[in-house]
Every structure is written in C-alpha cells, then in structure tokens.
C-alpha cells in the first residue's frame, strides 16, 4: 500500500455512550464547570428538552426549544437573545442535524461551550462545521468553537425516531464517509474509520427494519454516526456533499432524503477516478459494487431513489447542473457539466447505476 503525504491533527470532543448516557449528563456539565445551560431542541422534541432540563435542575436556566431545519437566522438569533437573557455559560443541544446546527450557531455568536445530546445520526457533533440561512442562502464554515465539548451518546433516546427517518439519517452518515475515502486531505486512520462506519451503518439497517426499538442495533447505528462523523470533521468533503448542498439550500429538498438519493449516483461519477475507495465501500457493504450497493442498500430499506420523489421539478435540472459547477472544489473526478447534468437526470428518474 502506497500511503499519500498527510497532515492530522485530531480535534474531537469527548464521548460519552451506552444505554442511559443521558444520566450521566449532570456530571459531565459538573466537569466542565457549566452551571447554566440553555438546553436547545425542536418544537417536535421540547418535551425531551424539558426532560433534560430538569435532569440538570439547577444547572439548566432554560429551554429554547425553536430548533429548524438549515438554522433559519431568526432562530439563531432568537436563540443567542435567550442566552443572554437568561445568563446561561453553556447550550446543550438535544436532537438531530438542525439542533445540533442550532447549538453551533449559538456558540459561534456567544462564544458558548456547547454539549451535544445526538438523537439522529447526522453526525453534525463531530465536525466544526457550521451553517446559517438566511433568506434562502446557507453559509457554511468551519469554526472550533462550534465543536461540541462533549457529546453523550445515549441509543435509547433515540428508540422511537421513526424507521424512515432512520433509514435516511444512517445514508446520510455513510455518505460522510464514502466522501472520506477519497478525499485529498485523507489519511490512514481516516480511512479505517470510514470503511468501519460503513460496515457498522450497513448492518444496523436491516436489524432496526426488523423492530426499531433493538436497542443493540440502536447502539450500533450511533456508534456509526459517531465514525462517520468523525470521518466528516476530519476531511474535506467532495461532489456528493456540494450536490445535496445545493440540492437542498436552492430547490427546498428534505436534507437527509437529498442524501439518500444523490449518494449512489455521485459515488457512480466518481467511480473511474477513486478505484480504492470504491472497493473499501463494496467492502463494507459486501456488494459486487459500491454505486449500485448503495442503491440497493436504500432501497430495499425504503428510502427514496429520485429526485422527483421528494419533491424536485424536471425544469430545475439545468439550473442545478449550472449552480453545481459555478465553484471548483477537490474531488476525484473533474466536475464537467454535461457530465453532472447526466448525473442529476439519473438521480432524477432513480436509474440503479450499472
Ligand atoms: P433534523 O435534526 O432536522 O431532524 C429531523 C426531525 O426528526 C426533526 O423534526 C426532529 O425533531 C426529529 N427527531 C430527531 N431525533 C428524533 C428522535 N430520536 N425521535 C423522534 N424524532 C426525532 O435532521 P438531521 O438529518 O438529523 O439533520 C439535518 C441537518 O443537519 C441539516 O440542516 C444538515 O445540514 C445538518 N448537518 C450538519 C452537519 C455538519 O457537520 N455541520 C453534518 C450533518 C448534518
């Protein structure tokens, strides 16, 4: 094996897990020395937000739970004012991607320490990346304040999130991981992680299909969050991530869903030019082929296959091919506009790569 030139540097908040890690949530807040947490959640899980709050007790001042999906500015903002209002020293995220999103924007204003409680498996926690929207724009950037100080693990919270949602969330955190097989800023660990999470993530599928509440396979599709997230937080992301970036911020499609679908076409596109990575991925999926292993694997797990399922319009398309090569950026294979226009008519009709 001929190992590429590489820099690391490991910059990752500690990790609490296993079953009932929540408990564990006042003692961890106790060793950073934060006694005023703003917990963070969704109008959808404010009720485990108030849970949580009253498990700090005196160590929570409050729950803002206005969490949305691509951290709408006014919610950020709303959410920093209650910070300040309520003099809280730290936020304690609770929830999936958009929460998570929510604490880091909150940390990137106040300067904050935030802690996060993940119950999806978007992986959001292990990164120092950050977004905000703003009348339909998202920036996006890279700051270590947002990175979480610790993260609690803990499967049981997330038991009753519905098997589609998970089915997606899981495909969403295998794409972070397929991207870090081929990424330039890739490494050796990096690549171990990836191949791992993949197999993990590709395992809990069928099981949590089975019954949603095997706690064991619970386990295991965070742990899978948990590796491919890290994977995310540690490279540069490619095509795949760009696609549902744009996907997702200018044609208003479901995040994870976006995902689901892109992955097995941008993995087909970049399949001539990242031979390895490619095997690493049919590997960890024990398919003949990773592009139409990952098609397989959402599909026979009832996530969507095109474009035009979730809600994109056959008239965007060019736009999206137009919007997807405005930037360069690194990726394996060149980004050639017929060639991405192609891709999306793929991703569009849900054509299984060959
Ligand atoms: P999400 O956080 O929007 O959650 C989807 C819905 O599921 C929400 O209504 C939420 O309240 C609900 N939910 C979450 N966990 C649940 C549970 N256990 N039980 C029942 N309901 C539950 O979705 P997501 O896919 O986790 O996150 C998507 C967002 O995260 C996107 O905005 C994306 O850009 C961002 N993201 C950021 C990074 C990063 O590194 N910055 C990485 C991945 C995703």
């Not at 590489?6 to 609490?16: I, K, N, Q, Y």
Request: proline share 7%.
């Amino acid at each position: 094996m001929t190992v590429r030139d590489f820099v690391f540097a490991a910059r990752l908040p500690r990790v609490v897990f296993g079953a009932g890690a929540l408990r564990r949530l006042p003692d961890e807040m106790a060793a950073l020395g934060l006694t005023r947490a703003l917990v963070l959640a969704t109008p959808g899980q404010s009720a485990l937000g108030e849970r949580v709050a009253a498990l700090l007790g005196d160590r929570a001042v409050g729950v803002f739970a206005g969490a949305a999906m691509h951290v709408p500015v006014a919610s950020a903002r709303a959410a920093c004012a209650e910070a300040r209002r309520l003099g809280a020293d730290s936020a304690v995220a609770v929830g999936g991607g958009s929460t998570t999103g929510l604490g880091k924007a909150v940390a990137l204003e106040t300067s904050l320490p935030l802690v996060a409680v993940p119950t999806t498996y978007a992986g959001s926690e292990m990164t120092t990346m950050y977004g905000v929207t703003d009348a339909g724009t998202k920036t996006t950037g890279r700051d270590p304040r947002v990175l979480p100080r610790t993260v609690v693990y803990d499967p049981e919270l997330s038991a009753a999130l519905p098997f589609a949602i998970t089915a997606v969330s899981l495909l969403n955190a295998i794409a972070h991981a397929a991207e870090g097989l081929y990424a330039p800023d890739r490494n050796p660990l990096v690549d171990a992680i990836a191949e791992e999470g993949i197999r993990i993530a590709a395992g809990a599928l069928p099981r949590l299909q089975r019954d949603p509440r095997d706690m064991e396979a619970r386990g295991d599709a965070l742990v899978a969050a948990w590796l491919c997230g890290t994977v995310m937080g540690s490279i540069t992301v490619g095509l795949h991530h760009k696609l549902c970036h744009t996907l997702g911020g200018s044609f208003d499609l479901p995040h994870a869903e976006v995902h689901a679908v892109v992955l097995p076409q941008a993995m087909a596109y970049n399949a001539p030019a990242a031979a390895s990575a490619m095997a690493r991925i049919a590997r960890a999926l024990q398919a003949p082929s990773a592009p139409a292993g990952l098609f397989d694997l959402g599909r026979s797990h009832g996530a969507p296959t095109s474009l035009a399922e979730i809600g994109m319009r056959a008239a965007d398309l060019d736009r999206a091919a137009d919007l997807a090569v405005k930037n360069q950026y690194p990726n394996p294979r060149p980004l050639e506009r017929g060639a991405i226009r192609a891709l999306l008519q793929r991703a569009f009709d849900g054509t299984r790569p060959g």
